[in-house]
């Protein structure tokens, strides 16, 4: 084997020994994640919100238009690299799952956690902060483990041959 060749596989590796998984990889695999999670989530609170739902159908609601819209994010962009609906939409469960049910713990954790934000309104400060604040929370925790799988060929890595 041409050992320049092989040399390029591994330009992403960081210094902690996870080739392939730079923190730059990770941060840019949990914002593609964490954009389809807070659309989905904020279009689920809204609707639930609107329609006054209790919290636990509007949580479900929520929790599941995040899976879909994070789903949705990689399966479009793999489609439009060629993949075939079935392949696209196994790359996608693969990349996508650890890290949106991870998201979606952390930031419904702690808006169950918050005092008042599972009855704050849509046009009440809390329901924001406390959304917001959980997806930044999400992200922090999100990150790391992305990086870990991403190391090791896992989660968004099975992604990077199709961008």
Known sequence: MDHTAHA?????????????ASWGTAVK???HCLTGCAIGEILGMVVGTALM???LPTMILAIALAFL??????????????LDVKTALKVALAADTVS?????IVDNGIVAVTPGAMD??????LF??????GFAI???ITTPVNKWMIGRGKGHAVVHGYH
């Open 53 to 55: 739902w209790g919290n």
């Open 120 to 125: 704050a309104n849509l046009s009440d400060g």
């Open 128 to 133: 924001w902060y406390t959304l917001l604040g």
């Open 69 to 82: 819209f994070g789903y949705s994010f990689t399966l479009f962009a793999v489609r439009r690299a060629g």
């Open 8 to 20: 390029g596989h591994h330009d992403h590796a960081d210094h902690d020994g996870n080739a392939g």
């Open 100 to 104: 949106i049910a991870l998201m979606e």
């Open 138 to 140: 999400a992200f922090l």
């Open 29 to 31: 695999a949990t914002l």
